[in-house]
Nanobody, 126 residues
Framework: QVQLAESGGGSVQAGGSLRLSCAASRSTYGCWAWFRQAPGLERERVAVIYGNGGTTAYADSVKGRSTISLDNAKISLYLQMNNLKPEHTAMYYC?????????????????????WGQGTQVTVSS
């Protein structure tokens, strides 16, 4: 079992930045991801990171403005988001799939992750 707890969400104005954190209850090697879900919409993947952090992938909507990273010593996952826009308003979730391979990780969707946090709300005002 892996328990995940997100933090770092909040309310910011458009153009601002936030750094989301996800603390894990134990170290695990595999696939990690950030997802977001806006009201009335499906949960969508924002970014994934594999293994020790050397392999990442991003949704087109966040490329160039977001960075996913992993701190194995702190057993934490991060998402740095810059130049935020109102359309980025959503509940953000971290997810983990221990033991998942790199090719599967890079194409992984909601159904591939078996551990989830409770989410942290991000609200961006114009």
């Amino acid at each position: 079992q892996v328990q995940l707890a997100e933090s770092g969400g909040g309310s910011v104005q458009a153009g601002g930045s936030l750094r989301l954190s996800c603390a894990a209850s134990r170290s695990t090697y595999g696939c990690w991801a950030w997802f977001r879900q806006a009201p009335g919409l499906e949960r969508e993947r924002v970014a994934v990171i594999y293994g020790n952090g050397g392999t990442t992938a991003y949704a087109d909507s966040v490329k160039g403005r977001s960075t996913i990273s992993l701190d194995n010593a702190k057993i934490s996952l991060y998402l740095q988001m810059n130049n935020l826009k109102p359309e980025h308003t959503a509940m953000y979730y971290c997810a983990a799939r221990p033991g998942f391979g790199v090719s599967g990780c890079l194409s992984a969707g909601v159904q591939n992750f078996n551990y989830w946090g409770q989410g942290t709300q991000v609200t961006v005002s114009s």
